[in-house]
């Protein structure tokens, strides 16, 4: 028996990269840190808020590689000579990355209370209409 694919069904042509793309979201980093929300702030328009107490804005990085959004955080070395009894709040780095539809844009981030916030938006496509010539008699050529 022949295992069907989403990328190899005969009705979703050109979507091979579909698979390739879950693949890969199903690979990248999910430790649970830093925690993390999506918001669907309106009908093309997104919020993650991912929860970075502690890191200043230069320890944070924002980058789009390939339709991935990448979010990396880098601590300095705590230098202070300090004792902890306890030591509960994270100062690790970390990596996120998500993985963008086709026409989601990153369109800014910001950082407050200790969350960063990075909104995306959605370009709504033009809806296009396309009559295709049918020939006749050995002019389909290709």
Avoid at 12 to 41: C, H, M
Avoid at 59 to 80: F, H, K, M, N, P
Wanted: proline residues 3%.
């Amino acid at each position: 028996m022949t295992k069907l694919t989403l990328g190899s069904h005969p009705f979703l042509l050109g979507f091979d990269q579909l698979e390739r793309l879950v693949e890969r979201t199903a690979k990248s980093g999910n430790d649970g840190y830093p925690p993390y929300n999506i918001e669907q702030k309106g009908e093309n328009a997104y919020r993650i808020t991912l929860a970075v107490a502690g890191f200043a804005e230069d320890d944070l990085s924002i980058t789009v590689e390939d339709r991935q959004l990448v979010i990396r955080g880098r601590q300095a070395e705590d230098d202070g000579g300090r004792m902890y009894l306890h030591r509960g709040i994270a100062a690790r780095q970390f990596q996120r990355s998500f993985v963008l539809a086709e026409g989601v844009e990153v369109a800014g981030a910001g950082l407050e209370h200790g969350l960063l916030h990075v909104d995306l938006s959605r370009a709504v496509p033009e809806s296009v209409v396309q009559t295709i010539k049918i020939k006749t008699g050995g002019e389909n050529d290709v």
